[in-house]
C-alpha cells in the first residue's frame, strides 16, 4: 500500500467499530467485551503547537500552564486518571513549577519537530503500542521528519532499540533533568481514548517493524510461547510451576522476555502460533506475531474489557481469556493482584486454540 493511502485510511479510521469478540466469550462475560464497541474511536489529530516549552518528564507547557496534549487521556478528559493528573498538578504545582521553568537548564529548538509521546510512554508497553504508531505516522507525513523525545527516556535501552527500526527519521532526545523550547511542534495525537487503538495504523507498524529488523517468518517451525512474570516484582501466577509443567508437553516455551533484547522479543513471537500469558507489559509483543497466531490472556475478573484484548483486535489476532481468582483478595487493581491458575480450565482454552489451529 502506497504511504499516502495508509494515511489516508489511517485518518478514515474513526467512528463506530464493529463487534469483536474472543474466540471463547460465554454469556456471563459478553457484556464486558461488547461494550468496548459502544465508545467510538476518534479520529487522530495532527496539530501545530507554537512556542511550547516542554520538560524532560515530556510534559508540555503553554503560558505556564500544563497542555492536555501531554497527557495519555487527550480524547477522554474526563477520566479518572486525568482527575489524579490534575490533583497531582495542584498539591505539587510550586515545586514543579520551580523544577521546570527555573532550576532545569533552556534549550531553544527554532526548527520544525514532531512530538509523538506522552507522560505515560516511559512505560515498556505504551512505547511499543502507543508511541510507536505515532512515530511511525508521522515518517509517513513527512519524509525524514524532525522527532524530539523527552528525556526521561533516555535510560531505556528498548527505546534506543526500537528508533534503529525508523532509519529515515532523525531522532534527538532531550537530556535528563532539562526543558526545550519549541517554536513550532508538530503534535500527533494519540490512537484513542482509554487504551483504543487504530487497525490500519497498527498492522502497518507491524508489517515496518518486521521488515525493518530483518525477520523472516517461517510458517514450518511454529513456536508456542508462555510468558512468564515470575522475576517481576508483582502480578504473578503463584502456581506457576503447576502450569509450566502443564504446558510443556503441549510444546510450550517458558520465557523471561526481561532476559532478552528488543529485537531477541521480536525473534521469539515471529513464529509463535500460541501466546499465553498473565497480563502484562509482555503481552505487548504481540505486536510481532503472525497475523495467524492465538493470544490467551490470564487475568483477574474486571468489568471492562483489557486493553491486549484491544491489542488484539487492532492486529485481527484471535484472543482468549480465561479469568481467575486473586489474592489477596481484597486487591482491586489488576496491576497488582497475584493469580491462581485453575489448570484445567486453562487446558480447556488451550486445547480450542490447537483445534482452531488445524481448522485454519
Sequence with gaps: MHSSDLVQNVFDCHGTMLPWLPRNVDDEHRGIYQSYFERPLPQMELKTLHNV?????????????????????YFQPDHDEMK??????????LRRWARDFLLYKLERVNNEVYWCTDTYSIGFYHWLVEALPRIYLASLLQEKPHIYLPGCLQPLSFVH?????????????????S??????????????????????LMKALRDHLIQQAGIKRNPKKRTRLFISRKKA??????????????????????????????????????????????????????????????????QKLNDWASCFFRLA??????????YCPHFPPEEVSELKADLVVDVDQLLTVISSMT?????D
Design 53 to 73: 516549552l516542554v520538560s524532560s518528564t515530556g510534559i508540555i507547557y503553554k503560558r505556564f500552564q500544563p497542555l492536555l496534549e501531554s497527557h495519555p487521556f
Design 84 to 93: 489524579n493528573v490534575t490533583a497531582l498538578y495542584a498539591d505539587h504545582r
Design 161 to 177: 532499540e526500537s528508533l534503529n527500526f525508523f532509519p529515515d527519521v532523525r531522532f534527538d532526545m532531550m537530556k535528563p533533568a
Design 179 to 200: 526543558r526545550s523550547k519549541f517554536k513550532k511542534m508538530r503534535w500527533v495525537s494519540q490512537m484513542g481514548s482509554g487504551y483504543q487503538f487504530n487497525p490500519p
Design 233 to 298: 516484582p508483582k502480578r504473578k501466577i503463584i502456581n506457576e510451576d503447576e502450569v509450566e509443567s502443564a504446558l510443556k508437553p503441549l510444546g510450550f516455551q517458558t520465557v523471561y522476555f526481561e532476559d532478552y533484547s528488543l529485537l531477541e522479543q521480536m525473534k521469539l513471537c515471529a513464529n509463535a502460533e500460541l501466546f499465553v500469558g498473565i497480563h502484562g507489559a509482555g503481552l505487548s509483543n504481540m505486536l510481532f506475531l503472525p497475523p495467524d497466531a492465538k493470544v490467551l490472556e490470564i
Design 313 to 322: 483486535h487492532s492486529l485481527d489476532l484471535d484472543y482468549y481469556y480465561t
Design 355 to 359: 483445534e482452531k489451529l488445524s481448522t
